[in-house]
């Protein structure tokens, strides 16, 4: 039985929810006839469970989405079955478990294996790509239980959730200390990184003000658009890309003069204001140097 997580449809508009759900019924097909009958499989299909993650689980679908599938399986029963498939010549020997699919409509993609105690320790160590799989996957086969697992983390548990925001915050303050001297030297490649690296910042600043994981850098913006703090800061930075094209916002100046450094600031004003209508007022939003190597 197909059970969501919690973020699977923040993507979705009404428009592309009958041809995601067809997509998601065909992938419960394939997962049902070609993974958990695949021959190599058969010994160990009590001893996993199985997910769809990635662009299509979020209700990214276009014709460059691939389907991304993984199997979650008992530590006892990862090399076994990674033996299997080596044996076979499917997998290169000594790899990592990487299958590619193609379901029956022609959509492509992979499946690939990992153990349930490293899903754990990434969850337990806060790390952001399991938080965010967590949040957006379906569970298609759920013998380990990993929906009483991820609800455990999602959503995010209010200590876990304000050590990303910080981290996202002082990230952002510190890129923009970065910015002061390039600026003015004039020194256009560090302006340029630092500049799309001070928007990136500011999304997932957003996303988690929101209180949720923020995703890859592929989708922040997508993401960022179902949010409040994340649509403010889009419109914050709505002339970004114009910036981007002139020739001032790379000459010498005075750091208060440059284009990048003054939508940094808007950026700031709008996360601070985000944060204190939340009643969150910690030291770090205003000390923030303080806080870098924790």
């Given at each position: 039985m197909m059970m969501k997580?919690?973020?699977?449809?923040?993507?979705?508009?009404?428009?592309?929810?009958?041809?995601?759900?067809?997509?998601?019924?065909?992938?419960?097909?394939?997962?049902?006839?070609?993974?958990?009958?695949?021959?190599?499989l058969q010994e160990d299909r009590q001893r996993v469970s199985i997910i769809l993650d990635g662009s299509t689980a979020l209700g990214v679908v276009d014709g460059q989405s691939d389907v991304d599938i993984i199997i979650i399986c008992e530590d006892e029963s990862y090399n076994s079955i990674n033996h299997r498939f080596e044996e076979k010549g499917l997998i290169p020997e000594h790899s990592s478990?990487?299958?590619?699919?193609?379901?029956?409509?022609?959509?492509?993609?992979?499946?690939t294996l990992h153990k349930i105690s490293d899903i754990k320790e990434a969850l337990m160590s806060?790390?952001?790509?399991?938080?965010?799989?967590?949040?957006?996957?379906?569970?298609?086969?759920?013998?380990?239980?990993?929906?009483?697992?991820?609800?455990?983390?999602?959503?995010?548990?209010?200590?876990?959730?304000?050590?990303?925001?910080?981290?996202?915050?002082?990230?952002?303050?510190?890129?923009?200390?970065?910015?002061?001297?390039?600026?003015?030297?004039?020194?256009?490649?560090?302006?340029?990184?630092?500049?799309?690296?001070?928007?990136?910042?500011?999304?997932?600043?957003?996303?988690?003000?929101?209180?949720?994981?923020?995703?890859?850098?592929?989708?922040?913006?997508?993401?960022?658009?179902?949010?409040?703090?994340?649509?403010?800061?889009?419109?914050?930075?709505?002339d970004f890309w114009s910036y981007l094209r002139e020739d001032e916002s790379f000459a010498p100046m005075y750091q208060e003069d440059n284009n990048f450094v003054k939508m940094e600031k808007q950026f700031r004003k709008i996360l601070l204001e985000e944060f204190r209508l939340r009643g969150i007022d910690e030291p770090w939003l205003i000390e923030w140097w303080k806080f870098l190597d924790e």
């Open positions: 997580s919690v973020l699977s449809d923040i993507l979705l508009t009404p428009d592309k929810l009958l041809l995601h759900r067809e997509l998601l019924e065909e992938i419960g097909k394939f997962i049902t006839q070609e993974i958990l009958n695949h021959p190599l478990f990487f299958m590619d699919l193609r379901l029956p409509s022609g959509k492509t993609g992979h499946y806060g790390d952001m790509e399991w938080l965010w799989n967590a949040s957006v996957s379906y569970i298609y086969y759920d013998l380990l239980d990993l929906k009483s697992l991820f609800h455990s983390y999602v959503p995010l548990q209010p200590e876990v959730l304000m050590k990303i925001r910080k981290n996202s915050y002082i990230q952002l303050r510190s890129y923009a200390r970065s910015l002061d001297n390039p600026v003015v030297r004039g020194d256009a490649f560090p302006i340029l990184f630092l500049a799309v690296s001070l928007y990136k910042e500011a999304l997932r600043c957003a996303i988690t003000i929101e209180g949720y994981p923020y995703p890859y850098d592929k989708w922040l913006v997508p993401v960022a658009q179902q949010t409040v703090a994340g649509r403010k800061i889009l419109e914050c930075a709505g």
